[in-house]
C-alpha cells in the first residue's frame, strides 16, 4: 500500500517578470535566456509572503479533495526555506488556515515533492495518518544575488499542494543524495556573531552551471531507467514524463536518453522558471485542470536538485 493524490491546489504570485525586464537588473537579454534555458516569463512575490502562497494553494488542494483542515493529520512542507529561519514554513501556514495538527519542513531542494510523498508512505505505514496535506512552496527570488546573471534569469516563486490518502497510486518511490555541496548551495547568513574567524560566502545561490546539468541529465536517465525496470515497464507504456523544470535543455537531454517523443514531456518553466520543490506537483496541477492525466495513466516524476539529491515515483493515476 502507497498513497494516492486525491485533490491539488496552487498558489503563484500576482507579479510576472519577462526576460526583457530581468535586463533591466543585469546584462541578459531575451534570445539567452530562452535559448539557453527555456523560460520567457517567471512569478515574483511583491506583497505576497511565501505563507500566503502555500496557504492558498493548500485551500485549494483540500476543496479539491473535498475535505477541510480537521480532516488532515500530518502537514509536511517542501521548501529550500521558509519565510522564517523559525517557526517552520510548515507552521506559519498552518496558522495562516486553522490547521492544528503534526507539522514540520522537508529540505531536499528541488527534489523535496518526492521526500514528502516518500514520507507520507511512511506515516500510513505505521497507521498515524489518515489524509496529509503536502505543500512545496518557494520564494527562490530572496534566494538570488540580482547581480549574477548566471543565476537571478533561472527562478520564480510559487506553491503547489496536493492531498494524499492511502491507495496503491503510487506504484514505485526511490531517493537518492549524492552529497556535493560545492556545485550548487546556498549559505545561510551569519548574523552579527563577533566570533567567527573566517568569512562565509554572502547567502545567495552558488550554481556551477554546466556540473548541475551534467548531473541532472545522467541522474535521470540511471533512476528513470531503474523505475522502469523494477516495474518492468518499456519506455513506450510511460503516458507522460514529468522532470523537474530547471532547464529546457536538461529535460530534451533525457528525453533523448530515453528515446521519446517531446510530447510525454509536457513543461511550464517558460511560464514559471525554475521553481525548485514546486515544479513537479505544479505541472502535475496543470495538466490535471486541462483534463490531459486520464484514469489509468502511467506518470514518471524525475526530480533532482541540491544536496545532490533525485528522487523518482511512478504513478498508475487513480
Ligand atoms: N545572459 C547573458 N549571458 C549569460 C547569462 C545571461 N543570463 N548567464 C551567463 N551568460 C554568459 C556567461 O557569462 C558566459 O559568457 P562568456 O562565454 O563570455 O564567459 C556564457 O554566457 C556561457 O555561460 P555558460 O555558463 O557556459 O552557459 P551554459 O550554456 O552552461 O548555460 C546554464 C548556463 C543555463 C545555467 C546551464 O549551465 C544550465 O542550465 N545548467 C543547469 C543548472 C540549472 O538549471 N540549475 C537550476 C537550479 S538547479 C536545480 O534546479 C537542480
Known sequence: MSLNIIGMGKGIPKKQITNGEIANYVDTNDEWITSRTGIQTRHVCTSETLSDLAATASLEALENAKLTVSDIDLFICATIGGELRTPSLSCTTAE?????????????????????????????????????????????S??????????CVLFGDGAAACVVTPGDSMRYISLIASPDSTILKIPVGTGNTPFLESKVDEPYLYMQGQDVFKFAVGVCDIEVSKALETLDLAPEEVDWFLLHQANKRIIDGARRKLKQPEEKFPTNIEKYGNLSSVSIPLLLYEMIEEGKVKTGDTIVLSAFGAGMTAGTAVFKWQ
Open 96 to 140: 495562516k488556515i486553522g490547521l492544528k495538527c503534526t507539522a514540520f519542513d522537508i529540505n531536499a531542494a528541488c527534489t523535496g515533492f518526492a521526500y514528502a510523498l516518500e514520507v507520507a508512505v511512511g506515516y500510513f505505514a505505521m497507521g498515524k495518518a489518515k489524509n496529509i496535506l503536502i505543500t512545496c512552496g518557494e520564494m527562490m
Open 142 to 151: 530572496t534566494q538570488l544575488d540580482w547581480n549574477d546573471r548566471n543565476t
